[in-house]
Every structure is written in structure tokens, then in C-alpha cells.
């Protein structure tokens, strides 16, 4: 299938690529690496007039650690974070989604960036950003502003993005000691979306009561979907069976699955409420050592 025509943007520096954005608004689409994009476009989802390929701008692919936060570029690839020491080490929650994302194709070009910025409820990396807390940085031509990730995603492929904005940084923060995580993905095949899949981060102190928890779920809601009233539960909880049953409940029912060539609401429903206890089993066995 051929996409509609454009007229194809190559900008050599952030400034150029914000102008362009700002005269065309709308009209324009921002190219990474294109793997939900072209797709879109080729079944006529998108029919973007003008295309601005962010893909020049090399200062936007980092990984870096300062005082307790990774900044991660916006352009930076899913296998330059697959192969980052940083993230194995300080984010196992991220270095465990990423094998799961897609296949090794698709992950040598996708981007972090695109992956959120394209607010597909079934993409992974939404799931595990609202579990660890994340902030978002989008450059307009107004300058930088921060969107906490609770924030970020606003509707059915909507985030809180404006037309206008590229998404340059992603900042996590670095979980404190006696803290664990885990994503449990069901997928039809690998290289496939997710069926269901379940983002956990928990935190416990040293009486092994949970301080902090995030739980979050792809593919199962019209956004990726942060599970406030199960969070609510576990902390203050020791993360015992009652308190796992009782969160992976609330998952199980406050989702909104559709009904699809993936499965029924009914499966999506129960595979969420196991991968919902499998996942905050793990993370809890984690963060306890
Ligand atoms: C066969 C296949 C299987 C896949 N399976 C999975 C999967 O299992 N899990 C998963 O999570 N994903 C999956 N994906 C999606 C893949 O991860 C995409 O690459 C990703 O969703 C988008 O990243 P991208 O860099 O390719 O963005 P692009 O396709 O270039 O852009 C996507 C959207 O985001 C916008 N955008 C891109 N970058 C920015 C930016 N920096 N600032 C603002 N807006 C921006 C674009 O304008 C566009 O609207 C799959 C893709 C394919 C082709």
C-alpha cells in the first residue's frame, strides 16, 4: 500500500525542526523511526500533508544518570536501551519490557519517543512509564515544559502533546532500595501487541510494608491505564495474598477492554486480574530481596 503524497521535511538542528512544526501545526507529522507512523499512513489513518524526520537530530539519542533520575532522549532507540548498562541496572522494569517490544526489526529504528508520543494504548512503554512514575519534557517553540506522565495520555491515541511540540526527554525516576518490578505481557505471538499486559512497581520499607506502588495495564482501556484504586490498596499493605487478590480485582474490573480478534472482554478481563497477580507477586518478591 503507497501512502498518500507529502512534502518530506529533513531538519539539521531542533530549531529548524520547531519551526517547521510551528508554520504547518496540524498539517505536519513528526517522523522517528516510523513504525506506527508509515503503518498509519498506509491504511489512510494518517494522512499528514507535510512529514518533518526528526531522524538528524543525533543530540536527541541519550541515556544518561544524574541524582537519581535517568534522562533518556526522546529519539533514542529501543535497542540503545536493550544494550544500556544504565537501564539493566537502575530500571530492570524497563529492561525487562523491551525484549517484548515488537521484534529486533522494529526495535533497531523504533523510538522511546514515538512509542509514547503516538498514545497507542497497546504500545508496552505507556504501561511501564505511569508504574515508575515518569516525566515527560516537550520542546514547543515556546520553550520546555514538564507533563507527569499521569497526565500524558488524554484520549484514544491522544496525549497532551501539541501539534506544535516534540517530545525530547523522558525523565524516571531511580527506584529507592527495597524496590522491585515486573511486566507480564500476553501476547498472541512474540512480535505481537499485547492481549493484556501489567506494569508493577513496588517500594517496601524495612517492616516490609509497602511505601509506594504503580500498576498500570496495556491494551485493555482506551489509554494505557493507571490503576489509582489498586495502587491505594497495596500501599500501607505488606503486599500479602489479600491485598495482591484485592488490587488485581479492581484492574480486572475498572479495565475496558474491547472485544477483538485478541480475545473477548470476558478473557481480556481474566487475564488481566492473573497477570495482575503475577506481576505484583514478582515485584513484591523483588523488592523484599
Ligand atoms: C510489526 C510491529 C510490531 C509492533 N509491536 C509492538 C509491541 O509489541 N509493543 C509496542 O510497544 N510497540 C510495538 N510496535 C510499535 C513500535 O514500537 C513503534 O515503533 C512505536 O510505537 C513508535 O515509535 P517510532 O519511533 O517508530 O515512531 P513513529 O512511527 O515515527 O511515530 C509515531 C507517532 O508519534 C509521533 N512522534 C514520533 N516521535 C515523536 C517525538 N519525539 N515527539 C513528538 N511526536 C513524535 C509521530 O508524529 C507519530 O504520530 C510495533 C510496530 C510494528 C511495525
Not at 134 to 163: C, W
Amino acid at each position: 500500500m503507497i501512502p498518500p503524497a507529502f512534502d518530506y521535511h529533513a531538519p539539521q538542528t531542533l530549531e529548524e525542526a520547531l519551526s517547521l512544526l510551528d508554520e504547518y501545526g496540524d498539517d505536519a507529522k513528526i517522523l522517528s523511526g516510523g513504525h506506527s507512523l508509515i503503518p498509519m499512513m498506509k491504511l489512510r489513518l494518517a494522512q499528514p500533508e507535510h512529514i518533518v524526520d526528526i531522524n538528524a537530530l543525533t543530540e536527541l539519542e541519550y541515556i544518561r544518570e544524574e541524582n537519581g533520575v535517568i534522562y533518556i532522549g526522546g529519539l533514542t532507540r529501543e535497542v540503545a536501551l536493550e544494550e544500556s548498562d544504565i537501564i539493566h541496572a537502575r530500571l530492570p522494569l524497563v529492561s525487562e519490557v523491551l525484549p517484548l517490544i515488537a521484534d529486533p526489526q522494529v526495535r533497531n529504528l523504533a523510538t522511546i519517543g514515538g512509542n509514547l508520543a503516538h498514545g497507542d494504548p497497546g504500545n508496552d512503554h505507556p504501561a511501564v512509564m505511569l508504574a515508575l512514575g515518569a516525566t515527560i519534557v516537550a520542546q514547543g517553540p515556546e520553550g520546555k515544559r514538564s507533563i507527569h506522565i499521569n497526565d500524558f495520555f488524554e484520549d484514544f491515541y491522544m496525549t497532551a502533546l501539541e501539534p506544535e511540540e516534540i517530545l525530547t526527554e523522558i525523565q524516571i525516576p531511580v527506584p529507592p532500595q527495597g524496590s522491585g518490578g515486573s511486566y507480564k505481557k500476553l501476547e498472541r505471538k512474540v512480535g505481537d501487541y499485547a492481549v493484556a499486559g501489567v506494569a508493577a512497581q513496588v517500594t517496601v520499607d524495612g517492616s516490609g510494608a509497602c511505601t509506594s506502588a504503580g500498576l498500570a495495564l496495556t491494551n485493555v482501556h482506551y489509554i494505557p491505564f493507571k490503576v489509582t484504586d489498586g495502587e491505594d490498596v497495596l500501599v500501607g499493605s505488606k503486599l500479602d495474598k489479600e491485598a495482591i487478590e484485592k488490587a488485581a480485582g479492581i484492574a480486572s474490573e475498572q479495565c475496558d477492554p474491547s472485544n477483538d480478534l485478541r480475545g473477548s472482554v470476558e478473557y481480556k478481563r481474566a487475564m488481566v486480574l492473573e497477570l495482575t497477580r503475577r506481576a505484583l507477586r514478582d515485584a513484591a518478591n523483588q523488592a523484599r530481596g
